[in-house]
């Protein structure tokens, strides 16, 4: 058994999964990975299909990502072509997601170093993330 990490990423933030799950290898991550995000989306489909989990080893190093509208049984009555371009839409709208938010976080870097390079107070972390890095 191995450990995994079931990561929450809902375009805003991540929310890291603190316990983890004991599980047999990665493809039964990645069927527990779908029960989650069909549990998760219930009667919000709609709202969540851009949401991603970021399946971690017990190391906590990203093994894969599981896109939310891959697995959204709301969609399936739709004919193919429209199912496969909401899941492409889905998909590109999060890594949007991701490039905003890693812009912002460059930002926030910017800052804080420029703050330390004038000896002025500077944000170190936010949500957990260390803004500065030591040379």
Known sequence: MSLYFFNLKDGRTTIPDQDGTELADDDAARAHATVVARESMRNNE???RTWRLQVCGGD???L????FASVDETIDLLPQETRARVREVSGKFASLSDAITDVRMSLLQV???LARSEGAPYLASLN????WRDP
């Open 128 to 131: 957990g993330t260390r803004l």
């Open 111 to 113: 800052r804080a170093t």
């Open 64 to 67: 894969f990502e599981l896109l």
């Open 60 to 62: 906590r190093e990203p």
């Open 46 to 48: 709609s709202r969540t």
